[in-house]
């Protein structure tokens, strides 16, 4: 009989939700899987020439990257968080929610943004130039394409992350702590390091790990900036120099760095739990910040708004206008038309996955169907390039030897079913996003208790009309917010995309791209433009979440 | 605590209850069931089990049409698994369920949960938070046309004390509250049989027994039958008038709250209902046992052989404070209930017992009081050793 609450003992014969999710899971962890399965394969010279010169180059520079990229959102995000949850001063309400607003621009459109703003020909050095009369060569000016410039441009996007964790960790702290603290003889400043830290931390390194994930993933901006680094490099091995084997092992060398930071990441979010001192929310008294103090608190939260968000969006909007004339033609509607139909499939596709995992695990809880679900969603942190290189190699192999019979057996060659067709595409963003949709799903499905079902049920109703009359209308919001945030993180994809795509077919990302490797800054933003806009959707979701659990907090 | 099974079961099926059952109600012999089937709810020697566990083995418990029943008992007896078999969230392993004369369970059948027309009020409550008040008492009426549906919604709202709130959403409600529609929407379709998964746990406890009163006056306004499963005992005995006490998947005994008080089957029932001690004694004869607070002699046969080593259970109420009395025992602690004190007082032999006292007798730790035993029948159990010898068959 079916139930539709969880009430199968675990032990039990393994059903056909075991199967189906644990087939699932398996197919998922292929480009994985394949991956590291290079990693026993020799790749010969190109190996040893890579070792020998750019190896240690992309080691180097990734491990700047993460050590700049820690600094700079452990500053923007902490030293926010504290401000805005703990004192009082001027627009604080407005900072809660806007300082995520950068999480909307993807890490390479603020670097071209930049790149335009801040290069020779750029408005700043211009107008500087003009007021003090300077030529060519008569000043020194920072340059942004460069690896500090790469830190700074992740770190004003990435920040977030640190932000939005650290916030959560300081309002359940128990206010009784800091108290005690105080009455101990500890100032407000001592007070922030020797105890509200030290309690926050297993969020902030949370916050943190999730930051440098995205700084590894990370393709656009380094390859924008000429930072050798192991996604650049791996897209240079697999075109360049067309080594199959090599770039498998790069990437499997990046997972090895991701899967650290994974490691890290769950190790915290268990500590984060015990950390967790206070049952509810307490109404907090926040600290005013009056006069000097509160304008410098102020300031310290409109800086990484204002670079991280609101310059190079309204850059982007001024050259959209500018351009909007040339460039809003039937080409750039077309990309539109791909891009979003490309983009509501995958979610669509993530979504019924989803949901498949999700019951399966409701359905069936064993161990076996648990960790299939986990594996199932580990693609969020594997990047990109990764992904993409994992998904080319079988699926090309698989093409080839249907190819190659079909030549044998009837004279008719079939050509890239698979490789090299949107199936590829497709299958990539389901790897990397699922888990944004699982998770999505799981806590929907988490708030409609075993009892709801049951009640339902002996008050008349069939399993289907369960689904339907309680399942369905408790679930929609879910529902909707996984779609959203996988339609916004396919939208924005940008290096599997270039890798998978089929011959000749553009997306947004992809032209924003090809238009900043020409130097045509400007006439990529009404497209780089579009999709910020469109990364605006998830963090208005985000913003909304935590206004509302401001109003919750009793007063 | 261990459920002692005092006498070995003289036969199989049914007869593991037997011995505990048997001397205060005899429930549903194996030719007897035909003659219930006119009850109400008729659970006959179900059993239960998880991956081949057994939780509930050998269960026989009715109830007749406006009654209320309680299963009773410590967390992990059973008591739930055998209200989610009534209720069709588990399969029966063996033994029948009837509903109103109609077969749910058993004999391989097994009717799916919205077939069985069983009521239930979860501990969680289990309100959907999608749907307003109204909407959500209303959840199990579409049978019923809009009119019949909004009358009948209306008198429940009023029937539970909530009239006016339909148009709420649970989340503005608080826990009572939330209890309250929890019941009406459970009642609402007229439900052959009612079924309470412990819906007092999340109150605060001074608010229990005056919840329980409130529900059985609901109930039984309504007419309903209803099955509350609880491990509080104040609760049962507020609420239910059917008292099944459950230990290690199976019924001790069944009665109602005076009698498992005052004249509890075995030493399971007698532990865990109210206060007490047992003291140990030798059996003189029919009547009377030797013990330390002197010969007590019992208005009835306790039922042990003499000779036997027994255990007596004295209830706080049984002893009295008695200035007058010879016998003189020292106090080594006291708890204030108010209206009373719970002393604790030592025999000459080291024995501790328990006596209630008015609270103007106050006395202080070390004093010595004078008492007097005051039993009308003797509730004695062989002891374990006893039992085992073969001494105790009286």
């Known amino acids: 009989m079916l139930t539709l609450a969880a009430t199968e003992s675990p032990g039990a014969r393994p059903g056909p939700w075991t199967l189906g999710v644990t087939a699932l899971a398996l197919t998922l962890a292929l480009p994985v899987l394949v991956v590291l399965g290079f990693l026993l394969v020799p790749a010969g010279e190109v190996w040893e020439h890579l070792a020998a010169t750019v190896l240690q180059d992309y080691v180097v520079n990734s491990l700047w990257l993460m050590l700049g990229v820690t600094v700079g959102t452990l500053i923007g995000g902490v030293g926010t968080a504290w401000l805005v949850s703990m004192c009082r001063f001027p627009g604080r309400g407005l900072f809660e929610w806007a300082l995520l607003l950068p999480m909307a621009m993807p890490a390479y459109i603020i670097a071209y943004t930049y790149t335009g703003l801040l290069d020779f020909a750029g408005p700043v050095q211009s107008t500087l130039r003009g007021w003090f009369g300077w030529g060519y060569g008569d000043y020194w000016f920072p340059e942004v394409r460069s690896l500090p410039g790469a830190v700074v441009m992740l770190s004003l996007v990435l920040y977030p992350y640190v932000y939005l964790l650290a916030r959560a960790a300081f309002l359940g702290q128990s206010l009784c702590v800091l108290d005690v603290s105080r009455t101990l003889g500890n100032g407000p400043w001592r007070t922030f390091f020797t105890v509200a830290l030290p309690l926050a931390r297993p969020a902030i390194v949370a916050g943190l790990s999730l930051a440098l994930m995205e700084t590894l993933a990370d393709y656009g901006t380094v390859q924008f900036f000429g930072v050798a680094t192991f996604t650049t490099g791996i897209f240079r091995t697999w075109y360049g120099l067309g080594n199959t084997a090599a770039a498998a092992q790069l990437a499997a060398l990046l997972l090895g760095f991701i899967f650290l930071l994974i490691l890290l990441e769950r190790l915290s979010r268990r500590q984060a739990r015990y950390h967790q001192t206070s049952q509810r929310h307490q109404a907090i008294r926040r600290h005013p910040l009056t006069g000097g103090r509160g304008l410098a608190a102020l300031g310290f939260c409109l800086l990484p708004l204002a670079l991280g968000f609101l310059i190079p969006a309204g850059q982007l909007a001024a050259w959209a206008l500018e351009v909007a004339g040339s460039v809003l033609d039937d080409a750039f509607w077309r990309l539109v038309g791909h891009s979003l139909g490309l983009a509501a499939t995958a979610a669509v596709l993530a979504l019924l996955l989803a949901l498949f995992l999700g019951y399966g695990q409701r359905l069936q809880p064993t161990r076996g169907v648990k960790a299939a679900v986990r594996i199932a969603g580990l693609g969020y942190a594997v990047p990109g390039t990764v992904i993409a290189v994992g998904v080319i190699i079988p699926f090309g192999w698989v093409d080839n030897q249907v190819d190659a019979w079909m030549r044998a057996s009837f004279d008719l060659s079939t050509g890239l079913l698979l490789s090299g067709t949107l199936v590829a595409l497709l299958f990539a963003y389901l790897v990397r996003f699922l888990a944004v949709a699982l998770q999505t799903v799981e806590t929907g499905l988490g708030k409609i208790r075993p009892t709801m079902d049951e009640s339902a049920r002996s008050l008349g109703l069939s399993p289907g009309t369960v689904l339907r009359r309680v399942h369905l209308p408790m679930l929609r919001g879910s529902l909707f917010t996984a779609l959203l945030l996988v339609f916004v993180d396919v939208l924005k994809e940008l290096p599997a995309t270039l890798i998978l795509r089929p011959f000749n077919f553009n997306t947004l990302a992809v032209r924003v791209y090809e238009l900043a490797a020409d130097e045509r800054l400007a006439d990529a933003a009404p497209a780089a433009l579009a999709i910020v806009l469109a990364g605006l959707a998830p963090v208005i979701l985000l913003s909304r979440s935590i206004t509302r659990s401001r109003h919750a907090q009793p007063h | ?394």
């Open chain 2, 1 to 394: 605590m261990q459920s002692p099974s005092p006498q070995p079961s003289p036969a199989g099926g049914e007869g593991g209850t037997e011995s505990a059952t048997g001397a205060v109600e005899t429930l549903l012999g194996r030719e007897g069931s035909e003659r219930k089937l006119g009850g109400q709810l008729v659970i006959s020697g179900v059993s239960v089990a998880y991956g081949g566990v057994p939780i509930v083995t050998g269960v026989d418990f009715s109830l007749d049409r406006g009654d209320i029943g309680c299963l009773l008992g410590p967390s992990g007896c059973g008591k739930t698994t055998l209200l989610r078999a009534v209720a069709g969230f588990e399969p029966v392993a063996s033994g029948e369920i009837h509903l109103q004369g109609r077969l749910v369970a058993g004999a391989g059948l097994n009717l799916p949960p919205e077939a069985r027309r069983a009521g239930m009020v979860f501990q969680d409550f289990a309100l959907f938070p999608h749907l307003s008040v109204a909407r959500n008492i209303a959840f199990g009426l579409r049978h019923l046309g809009r009119g019949e549906r909004q009358a009948r919604v209306a008198e429940l709202l009023d029937l539970v004390g909530m009239a006016g709130a339909g148009a709420k959403y649970p989340h503005q409600l608080s826990g009572g509250q939330q209890q309250r529609i929890a019941l009406a929407r459970a009642m609402a379709p007229r439900p052959d049989i009612l079924l309470l998964d412990e819906p007092f746990s999340s109150m605060d406890a001074e608010l229990r027994e005056q919840l329980a009163r409130e529900v059985r006056e609901v109930l039984k306004r309504e007419g309903s039958t209803a099955i509350l499963v609880t491990h509080d005992q104040h609760e049962a005995f507020a609420m239910a008038d059917r008292i099944a006490v459950m230990a290690g998947g199976r019924i001790h005994q069944v009665g109602s709250g005076f009698d498992l008080y005052h004249e509890p089957a075995d030493r399971f029932v007698a532990d865990f209902i109210g206060q007490g001690v047992m003291i140990p004694g030798r059996v003189v004869d029919e009547w009377r046992i030797d013990t330390d607070l002197g010969l007590l002699a019992g208005t009835r046969s306790h039922g042990l052989a003499p000779g036997t080593r027994a255990e007596i259970l004295l209830r706080p109420d049984d002893i009295l404070h008695d200035d007058e009395s010879s016998l003189q025992v020292e106090v080594v602690n006291r708890a204030f209930r108010g209206a009373e004190y719970l002393y604790s007082l030592r025999l000459t032999s080291g024995q501790v017992i328990l006596c209630l006292v008015q609270s103007h007798h106050n006395h202080g730790i070390g004093e010595r009081i004078g008492i007097r035993v005051a039993v009308d029948h003797l509730v004695a159990f062989a002891t374990p050793e006893a039992a085992r010898s073969g001494l105790a068959s009286g």
